[in-house]
């Protein structure tokens, strides 16, 4: 696979997550579920990883596009230099768990 085909699979990623958030935006969930799943396919056929900032907000339970404040509810807690951020998605109440730590010398 060369790095063009990559870069074009990376795109698409990106724009099936727009797609999905604005399919969650107006309410039609099953969309935003097949878009998560073309974007977990996308990343397994093309062998390229899920962009990070896309990857947090698939459900890995049931693949919707997870939206806060529309299909997922962002709960976080700073505990010090460390940020744990729980986020659920409402579509099937799976909990996924992150934690940020802060390397900056003046954090
Ligand atoms: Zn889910």
Known sequence: MSRLLKDIATQRMYILFDMGVASVKSGRIRYAKRYGELIRKISMRCRVAIPKSIRRWICKNCSVIM???????????????????????????WMHRYEFVRCRKDG
């Open 67 to 93: 939206v806060p404040g529309f299909s997922a509810r962002v709960r976080s807690r700073r505990k010090g230099k460390t940020l744990r951020v729980v986020t659920t998605c409402l579509v099937c109440g």
